[in-house]
């Protein structure tokens, strides 16, 4: 992954900084209990959501169980229809062929549009390098991007700056890329918006080069989507001549007809709208409209790892909504920055271990920062069973070292760090007795063996973390 | 190279998953609409949807809507507007503003032009979305796109009640946008503010009977 946050202490001492900014303590509560609350609302208006969730879990499953044939019939569809298709194996050669796409065009500027693959990999980082500005375009990415500083939140990555460090950061940096921002700029969130849509447009109106991601990819027609809110990402789909999209290779569904579940639990979910204001889906390149050169960059960097574990391979079905940040305890004290990756909060303390694997301080203390309360689970809408697969990965990290091991000591530390906090624990337990009901001992469905019902799902006590602490921990000093 | 890799990430893909269990059918037990089988109540529910998302509803017959747009344009100050191929020819002739054929403007000039008007492929009802495929009177993505105001007319027999009977009719091969209300951001403490790269103003007008 990332070169960018490679040396990031680990889970406790990262989150114990995060914890002392108290500007950033506030903001996080506000937001993640905001978001929340509103999501809450949006799913109650669907009377169906549960079968909604147990399909696109399982529409999930079934791509992940024939993910070779899937990813072959979208690279026939894209192929079909004008695109060009690239297979990645790692963050290296991702952004290897991105430089040489990007450089082939003779430009040295390109516009993006939010994308965690891209920030996976580093990408803005290597293109940086090879004299190639890669310009975000979303406003919270902007704000990142200027202040050079590292996104908290998948949804909100600026979640933790306030207006008044906005207004400073547009005032003192957007004049060093381009248009500066205008005089007497205020706080006020649509002056805010105002200055960035000015600082942008221009940029949007050159560029020959965007760079994108995807929420979905098609295998049956090729067909790519871009959820978004702001109208950036369909400036970048849009106006560019050559576009340049990169996807995990885990991304991809069956079938059109599979979006019909999507379309309705992703908006929910994550911005728990009805629906977000902007969808733009293409397949290919179309005649006259849009850009005349598609590429499609398919990436695997760890992947294919995670898919080999049996339990921990659920978490590829993730839809990156971000409704388990927003119920989360330790993500709500800890922040964003303390998980040292891309993707924070619980589906991060899962994703990342399994990407980047459990060989640094920081990636092995991730499946320990966590009061295994369950609330995560219970939002999720893909279904992904996030304490079971933290505790298969806590197996997994312990076994590897052995006591006293730098990495066993590292993932105690997290662990000490969720015991020390009363509130954390109390929170959890609290969430956990209300989800407990939702926690079925094993799943159901016919079939002693099934994709993701192949072992028993992890107990779930009144306090889970207590009790798995006192399991693992007796006799023991922290 | 990227060659090799793809014999690699399939082959990798291969080991992971072979010897797993198979993935049963995918059970649909989901509603395919919420809303009543009703033709007039899903057409309230669009309306409903779409103001609550902040775009400015309106509705007429097909012999007022010329002069509701003209109207609409002149209220919201445009004097110039795209006009996409196969829009009805009767409608900008009812507008003071100056219509502006869409003859492969540049992202540029189209920055230039005050607003936009366009038919759609269909509408949603439970969401308050409408579709635009690019079909006759839509035009390509960029002239919805770039000026700041979009007014987007509906008939009613466009409005499905939800997404999945949206999808059916819609062509993947097309290049679709999907609009949910003016563009928005929540980016700054939460706080929405409308408006951000698409158009900050978008008028829909719902209409009874042939256009
Ligand atoms: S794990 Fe589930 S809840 Fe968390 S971001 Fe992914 S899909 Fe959303």
Redesign the interface.
Request: net charge positive.
């Given at each position: 992954m990332s070169g960018i946050f490679v040396g990031m202490p680990a889970f406790p001492k990262a989150a114990r900084e995060a914890v002392q900014d108290g500007t950033l303590r506030a903001n996080l509560r506000h937001a993640t209990h905001t978001i929340r609350d509103k999501r809450a609302r949006a799913v109650a208006e669907l009377a169906d959501w549960a079968e909604l969730r147990e399909a696109g879990k399982r529409i999930k499953d079934r791509t992940l169980r024939h993910l070779d044939t899937y990813l072959i019939q979208l690279e026939e569809a894209v192929t079909a229809a004008g695109g060009t298709v690239h297979w990645a194996a790692d963050a290296a050669e991702a952004n290897r062929i991105v430089t040489e796409l990007v450089k082939a065009t003779g430009e040295s500027e390109v516009v993006k549009v939010k994308s965690m693959a891209t920030q996976e990999i580093g990408l803005n980082e290597h293109l940086e390098a090879e004299g190639i500005r890669a310009y975000e375009t979303d406003l919270a990415e902007l704000i990142v991007q200027l202040g050079e500083d590292r996104p908290s939140h998948i949804l909100v990555p600026a979640i933790h700056r306030n207006r008044g460090e906005i207004r400073d950061i547009f005032r003192e940096e957007m004049g060093k890329w381009g248009r500066q921002a205008p005089d007497g700029l205020s706080d006020s969130p649509a002056e805010l918006a105002e200055a960035a849509r000015l600082h942008l447009r221009e940029k949007f109106l050159r560029a020959k080069v965007g760079i994108s991601g995807a929420n979905f990819m098609v295998a049956e027609t090729g067909t790519l989507v871009v959820v978004e809110s702001e109208g950036n990402g369909r400036m970048c789909l849009t106006l560019p001549e050559t576009l340049i999209s990169v996807v995990g290779i885990e991304k991809v569904v069956p079938t059109w007809r599979d979006l019909e579940v999507f379309l309705q639990t992703l908006p929910r979910s994550s911005t728990a709208e009805r629906m977000n204001p902007y969808t733009s889906t293409w397949t290919g390149t179309t005649d006259g409209d849009g850009p005349k050169t598609f590429h499609l960059v398919l990436l695997d960097n760890g992947r294919t790892d995670a898919l080999a574990d049996e339990v921990g391979r659920q978490a590829l079905r993730c839809i990156r909504c971000s409704a388990c940040l927003n119920v989360c305890p330790v993500y709500e004290r800890a922040g964003g920055h303390a998980y040292g990756s891309v993707y924070p909060g619980p589906i991060g303390a899962i994703l990342t271990p399994q990407l980047r694997g459990t060989t640094s301080e920081i990636d092995a203390s991730l499946p320990y920062a966590s009061s295994l309360c369950g609330a995560c689970y219970e939002v999720c809408p893909v279904a992904i069973d996030i304490p079971e697969v933290l505790v298969h990965l806590r197996e997994k990290v312990a076994g590897q070292g052995g006591k006293g091991h730098r990495l066993e000591k590292a993932a105690m530390k997290a662990a000490g760090w969720v015991l020390d906090r009363p509130d954390v624990l109390a929170a959890g337990e609290r969430l956990a007795s209300k989800t407990r009901t939702l926690h079925p001992r094993k799943l159901p469905g016919p079939g002693a063996r099934q994709w993701t019902g192949s072992r028993d799902l992890p107990e779930m006590p009144a306090a889970p973390f207590r009790d798995w602490w006192k399991k693992n921990r007796t006799g023991d000093d922290a | 190279?990227?060659?090799d890799?793809?014999e690699?990430?399939?082959s990798?893909?291969?080991?992971?998953?072979g010897g797993?269990?198979?993935?049963?059918?995918?059970?649909?037990?989901?509603?395919s609409r919420?809303a009543p089988e009703d033709p007039d109540a899903v057409l309230d529910l669009l309306h409903e949807?779409l103001a609550d998302?902040r775009a400015h509803v309106h509705r007429t017959d097909g012999a007022g809507l010329p002069a509701l747009i003209g109207r609409l344009l002149e209220e919201r100050g445009a004097r110039t507007v795209v006009v996409p191929d196969g829009l009805p020819a009767r409608w900008p002739a009812a507008w003071a503003a100056e219509p502006v054929p869409d003859t492969?403007l540049t992202?540029?000039a189209l920055?230039a032009v005050d607003a936009v008007v366009t038919g759609c492929a269909l509408a949603?009802a439970?969401?308050?979305?409408i579709v635009l495929d690019?079909g006759p009177g839509q035009g390509?993505?960029?002239l919805t796109?770039?000026p700041d105001l979009h007014v987007c007319v509906v008939r009613e027999d466009q409005v499905v009640a939800s997404?999945?009977e949206a999808?059916?009719r819609l062509d993947?091969?097309?290049?679709?946008?999907?609009?949910?209300?003016?563009?928005?951001?929540?980016?700054?403490?939460?706080?929405r503010?409308e408006?951000?790269?698409?158009?900050r103003t978008l008028e829909v007008v719902l209409v009874r009977g042939p256009v």
């Open positions: - | 190279m990227s060659r890799s793809r690699r990430i399939l990798r893909i291969r080991s992971a998953v797993a269990p198979e993935a049963p059918e995918v059970p649909r037990a989901y509603l919420h949807n998302y492969g992202a540029t920055d949603v439970e969401t308050g979305t690019g390509r993505r960029a796109l770039v997404v999945p999808l059916p993947p091969l097309r290049a679709l946008t999907w609009i949910s209300g003016p563009s928005a951001t929540s980016d700054i403490e939460l706080d503010v408006g951000v790269h698409g158009p």
